[in-house]
């Protein structure tokens, strides 16, 4: 069974910076792509990026709203996928999403950003 | 970025009722479009992949149809379990970018 859990949401101060895992299991994790999707409260969901296979080096591809403040990458000795996020905004408050080629989705790990 | 126009945003209907969605795309995306079904900011369920494939385990009630820059995804007869909201998700080019939503409440 397929399998995603999104760790290390929060409360963060504007300009302060965090990362978030996705614990993956249930499927061969550097075979396939992983995206990160993002609601913010009470609005609709945004693709913010990718993290390609093995195959394609794990090349990374990012919305421009995030592009040069958000970093995904994987750590394929513990099944994870990370998004290390920097500068954040108070826009960023949001629930991040991690999922399979966007088919498979975690529940997702809320984002606030407030001072 | 290629940019999703979805319509209605919302609509009311009745337990019963065909129910048909559209998205638009700004450029034209082949049929790499998927549609998703989200209840109360859960995690999304995809329901239709490269336009008109049903994903397994969906009910054949929805469907889906269109290429270039015109969908529709149709619900034959709504059902309760039906009321959620609808996103299409273009994937043909990066940044991938979803359409704003369809609510769909009970009439």
């Known amino acids: 069974e397929v399998q995603l859990v999104e760790s290390g949401g929060g409360l963060v101060q504007p300009g302060g910076s965090l990362r978030l895992s996705c614990a993956v299991s249930g499927f061969i994790f550097s075979d396939h792509y992983m995206d990160w999707v993002r609601q913010a409260p009470g609005k609709g969901l945004e693709w913010i990026g990718r993290s390609k296979n093995k195959a394609h080096n794990y090349i990374t591809e990012y919305a421009a709203s995030v592009k040069g403040r958000f970093t995904i990458s994987r750590d394929v000795s513990k099944n994870s996928l990370d998004l290390q996020m920097n500068s954040l905004k108070v826009e960023d408050t949001a629930i991040y999403f991690c999922?399979?080629?966007?088919?498979?989705w975690g529940q997702g790990t809320l984002v606030t950003v407030s001072s | 970025d290629i940019q999703m126009t979805q319509s209605p945003s919302s609509l009311s209907a009745s337990v019963g009722d065909r129910v048909t969605i559209t998205c638009r795309a700004s450029q034209g995306i082949r049929n790499d479009l998927g549609w998703y079904q989200q209840k109360q900011e859960k995690a999304p369920k995809r329901l239709i992949y490269a336009a008109s494939t049903l994903q397994s385990g969906v009910p054949s009630r929805f469907s889906g149809s269109g290429s270039g820059t015109e969908f529709t995804l149709t619900i034959s007869s709504l059902q309760p379990e039906d009321f959620a909201t609808y996103y299409c998700?273009?994937?043909?080019?990066?940044?991938?970018?979803f359409g704003g939503g369809t609510k769909v409440d009970i009439k």
């Open positions: 998700l273009q994937y043909d080019s990066y940044p991938f970018t």
């Open positions: 999922a399979r080629v966007v088919t498979d």
